[in-house]
T-cell receptor, first 113, second 112 residues
Framework: AQSVTQLGSHVSVSEGALVLLRCNYSSSVPPYLFWYVQYPNQGLQLLLKYTSAATLVKGINGFEAEFKKSETSFHLTKPSAHMSDAAEYFCAVRKGGSEKLVFGKGTKLTVNP | EAQVTQNPRYLITVTGKKLTVTCSQNMNHEYMSWYRQDPGLGLRQIYYSMNVEVTDKGDVPEGYKVSRKEKRNFPLILESPSPNQTSLYFC???????????FGSGTRLTVV
């Protein structure tokens, strides 16, 4: 069965610092991988997705993620954090041929001034 | 505008009183799904539907029902709500290409 592990339920960075949110997946077949962001009191917004094309995926708001098959990872990064990046971030995996999206438990990002 | 619309946004109800949360999408998507979000647990799938009249259980289906009579609508029914169903609920839809779901804005349900 496919699953997703997000390392660190809370991550705190200073404004301008590198953001790194970790995600590892397990899947028996090549997966589709996603990062979603949830701002307070809002729904989920798609940040970026990996669908077996380029391994480095660029998303909205300056975020990017790299698919590393050997490490079964799909970590999310942003070179310089903004206060507006404070939110909860969810990694999700969808097995090819399946409609089911399986989520990690989320990482809450705090950005300090 | 392409969107998934859920109603209501907020709902407080009492134990045992049947309720329905509506979900509608305007993107002609085949797949629709319901998730619940609880602190520390992320999002867990309740039910999903691959097309009209085709529904199946997700990871936490107990206490919920769904129906898919029309392609655009996928209501979530709680026949006899209990306090452990207090949660934030999201409806989502997706096309067959597997490129990700579009989520509704959520329904915050409190059962007292």
């Amino acid at each position: 069965a496919q699953s997703v592990t997000q390392l660190g339920s809370h991550v705190s960075v200073s404004e301008g610092a590198l953001v790194l949110l970790r995600c590892n997946y397990s899947s028996s077949v090549p997966p589709y991988l996603f990062w979603y962001v949830q701002y307070p009191n809002q729904g989920l917004q798609l940040l970026l997705k990996y669908t077996s094309a380029a391994t480095l995926v660029k998303g909205i708001n300056g975020f990017e993620a790299e698919f590393k098959k050997s490490e079964t990872s799909f970590h999310l990064t942003k070179p310089s954090a903004h206060m507006s990046d404070a939110a909860e971030y969810f990694c999700a995996v969808r097995k090819g041929g399946s409609e089911k999206l399986v989520f990690g438990k989320g990482t809450k990002l705090t950005v300090n001034p | 505008e392409a969107q998934v619309t859920q109603n209501p946004r907020y709902l407080i109800t009492v134990t045992g009183k049947k309720l329905t949360v509506t979900c509608s999408q305007n993107m002609n998507h085949e797949y629709m799904s319901w998730y619940r979000q609880d602190p520390g647990l992320g999002l867990r799938q309740i039910y999903y539907s691959m097309n009209v009249e085709v529904t199946d259980k997700g990871d936490v289906p107990e206490g919920y029902k769904v129906s898919r009579k029309e392609k655009r609508n996928f209501p979530l029914i709680l026949e006899s709500p209990s306090p452990n169903q207090t949660s934030l609920y999201f409806c989502a839809s997706s096309s067959r290409d597997g490129y990700g779901y579009t989520f509704g804005s959520g329904t915050r349900l409190t059962v007292v």
